[in-house]
């Protein structure tokens, strides 16, 4: 994806000089539970919720490569942006909410608890806020060997999809329903709007190719 030099997103809260160290699933187990939720679509932050405390913070170093990711976020996030605009206003008759995206380094805070590295990329109803630790980007390469800017925007473009179905209603009867019912049809659910926010990242994808060219999708292969 070319995406240097292009428009980034206003609606970035950068945390990052913000420090502290995260406590709780690591090693191989982080390695497992992470693979089985972005390979199969499901999404792994309650499986990962109570497997440790946040330690406190403190101030943390932000690095060359930690303003370029923050850079490529930005973009990735303004192309979300266009594209929900676009088809909101063509599709639902309604202007388009862009969600705020949370930037943060080892440890955070949100209105759906505490996040840290171990829990992954996640939407939070709560507070309509995306967030991102941007060194699950090297997890990502290093360990799960999705490579390439696609994966890594793919990764936004799906909790950004998230939002999408938060602002249509979806996530939030599905949340409903899932509370009314057995543990299996709850699981059942959350694997439904997992898939569904692929399949709206798709749409991101196809209209982010058609405007700046070919993706690579051979890249990141999901199951």
Not at 30 to 37: D, K, R
Not at 63 to 73: K, L, M, P, S, Y
Not at 90 to 100: I, N
Not at 163 to 181: S, T
Request: include cysteine; charged fraction near 20%.
């Amino acid at each position: 994806m070319k995406w240097q030099g292009r428009r980034g997103s206003r609606n970035i809260e950068d945390r990052r000089a913000r420090g502290g160290k995260a406590a709780g699933v690591g090693g191989v187990g982080l390695l497992v539970v992470l693979a089985i939720g972005y390979f199969a679509g499901v999404d792994v932050t309650p499986l990962l919720e109570g497997q440790g405390g946040l330690a406190s913070g403190g101030s943390a170093e932000i690095t060359e490569a930690d303003r370029q990711a923050g850079e490529f976020v930005s973009v990735t996030l303004a192309d979300t942006e266009e594209v929900w605009s676009a088809l909101f206003e063509a599709q639902v008759g309604e202007p388009y909410d862009p969600v705020t995206l949370v930037l943060y380094k080892d440890v955070t805070q949100s209105a759906c608890g505490g996040a840290s590295g171990a829990t992954g990329p996640f939407y939070c109803p709560g507070d309509q806020k995306v967030y991102l630790d941007t060194a699950f980007f090297t997890t990502l390469t290093r360990q799960l060997g999705a490579q390439g800017d696609f994966a890594a925007a793919y990764v936004v473009a799906h909790e950004v999809a998230h939002h999408v179905q938060d602002k249509l209603g979806i996530l939030g009867q599905a949340n409903r329903i899932r509370a009314q019912v057995s543990e299996a049809e709850s699981n059942a659910i959350s694997v439904r709007i997992e898939l569904q926010a692929d399949c709206y990242s798709g749409i991101w994808a196809r209209h982010v190719e058609a405007r700046f060219g070919t993706l690579e999708r051979a890249i990141w292969r999901r199951r």
